[in-house]
């Protein structure tokens, strides 16, 4: 079945030490997106690609990366991860940038120790 | 700014009926969509509505006014696995989507 997988489901990290959170697709859709959404509030864009293309919200903190090697993968770094970071991360796609529907990964719990 | 207003809990009981109402202020309009978000998952999508009136789904039916800037998901013949949140989130003139921050609802027996 095509879908959208984020590993890992949960993962630990201590204050400041880097860690990266991945995300791949077989829709071979061209747009990812990366949120963060913490306890009862909406999902907060950070990044996405529409192909190649990065485009990066403009409240999201330096400490946030990404990258997308190719169509299918796409990487959230988060530099040095602190208290505040401590989220569920989503990664979603959709075909195209025009009104089509999101398709959201599991998401990865992160917990910042 | 944009704006997406949504109620922040309401409880419903099982068999019954539920209207989940949202409004929005956004910078253009390219859609209305609603997902639904179980506890810990992901938001699944629901609905997709771009033009005026009620979209009907099964037991779900999502409706739309754009000039007043107003959805409602419409949830019938209500089910214990219904109990999650709702959101309701709109695309604007960039296409970005605008989410709201979700109703919670929960069903009893």
């Known amino acids: 079945d095509a879908m959208v997988i984020q590993n890992p489901r949960y993962q630990v990290t201590q204050f400041g030490k880097p860690v990266t959170l991945s995300c791949s697709q077989t829709?071979?859709?061209?747009?990812m997106y990366w949120y963060q959404q913490k306890s009862s509030q909406a999902p907060k864009l950070l990044f996405h690609y529409y192909d190649k293309d990065f485009n990066n919200e403009a409240d999201t903190p330096d400490n946030f990366q990404s990258r997308r090697p190719n169509t299918s993968f796409c990487f959230l770094d988060i530099r040095s991860p602190g208290l505040g970071d401590a989220a569920m991360y989503l990664c979603a796609t959709s075909r195209d940038k025009e009104p089509s529907e999101q398709y959201f990964g599991p998401g990865t719990r992160l917990t910042v120790t | 700014g944009q704006n997406i207003d949504q109620p922040t809990e309401m409880t419903a009981t099982e068999g019954a009926i539920v209207q989940i109402n949202c409004t929005y202020q956004t910078s253009g309009f390219n859609g209305l969509f609603w997902y639904q978000q179980h506890a810990g998952e992901a938001p699944t999508f629901l609905s997709y509505n771009v033009l005026d009136g009620l979209e009907e789904k099964g037991r779900f039916s999502s409706f739309l006014s754009r000039s007043k800037g107003y959805s409602y998901l419409l949830l019938k013949e209500l089910q214990m696995k219904d109990s999650a949140s709702y959101l309701c989130a709109v695309k604007d003139s960039n296409y970005q989507l605008i989410w709201g921050a979700g109703t919670k609802l929960i069903i009893k027996p």
């Open positions: 829709l071979n859709h061209n747009v």
